[in-house]
């Protein structure tokens, strides 16, 4: 079965400073994996996606993420974070042959400090 | 805009009592999902439905219920049967069949809360 980790249930950043939230994936076959971002008290906003090529994929908000099959990892990464990123990130990936049901990780609370 | 709207925001259930949340999607997508929200936990999936007069099953579809009578409109019922209903309930719609790999889009979610 399809299934993410994402190993940090928060991650403290400081303004201006790179940052990276980290998620891992289980597959069988190829993997269709996914970023979104919940704001308090909001629904999920789509980040980004890895299908296949580049393994360097870029986002919205200036958010990018890596894809490594060798560490079987997809960690999502921003050069220069702002405190208004801080918010709950959640890594998902597709399953297959369930339609587009997705799976997703357990979440990871970014907080940008100034 | 197009969107997913989600209503009420805050509900309250009594003891026994079923309640509905509402979801509504005027983005012309076939497929619709709801999710349940607790802390520590993600996201899981109650029922999902890829086109209309059929859904399945999700990971944790005891004590619920839906319908998809058209397309833009997927309810989801908390019967009296979920014995654990205090959550943040998320409703999604995507693209369906025939489209690869679409991302989900979301509604602001329906708080419900126990008396």
């Known amino acids: 079965a399809q299934s993410v980790a994402q190993p940090e249930d928060q991650v403290n950043v400081a303004e201006g400073n790179p940052l990276t939230v980290k998620c891992t994936y289980s597959?069988?076959?190829?993997?269709?994996l996914f970023w979104y971002v919940q704001y308090p008290n909001r629904g999920l906003q789509f980040l980004l996606k890895?299908?296949?090529?580049?393994?360097l994929v870029k986002g919205s908000y200036g958010f990018e993420a890596e894809f490594n099959k060798s560490q079987t990892s997809f960690h999502l990464k921003k050069p220069s974070a702002l405190v208004s990123d801080s918010a709950l990130y959640f890594c998902?990936?597709?399953?297959?042959?369930?339609?587009?049901?997705?799976?997703f990780g357990t979440g990871t609370q970014l907080k940008v400090e100034l | 805009d197009g969107g997913i709207t989600q209503s009420p925001k805050y509900l309250f259930r009594k003891e026994g009592q079923n309640v509905t949340l509402s979801c509504e999607q005027n983005?012309?997508?076939?497929?619709m999902y709801w999710y349940r929200q607790d802390p520590g936990q993600g996201l899981r999936l109650i029922y999902y439905?890829?086109?209309?007069?059929?859904?399945q099953k999700g990971d944790i579809a005891e004590g619920y219920s839906v319908s998809r009578e058209k397309k833009e409109s997927f309810p989801l019922t908390v019967t009296s049967a979920q014995k654990n209903p205090t959550a943040f309930y998320l409703c999604?719609?995507?693209?369906?069949?025939?489209?690869?790999?679409?991302?989900?889009?979301f509604g602001d979610g329906t708080r419900l809360s126990i008396l």
């Open positions: 999604a719609s995507s693209i369906g069949q025939g489209k690869v790999h679409p991302p989900q889009h």
């Open positions: 597959v069988s076959g190829n993997p269709y």
């Open positions: 890895y299908i296949t090529g580049d393994n």
């Open positions: 998902a990936v597709r399953v297959t042959g369930g339609g587009n049901k997705l799976t």
């Open positions: 983005l012309n997508h076939d497929a």
């Open positions: 439905s890829q086109i209309v007069n059929d859904f």
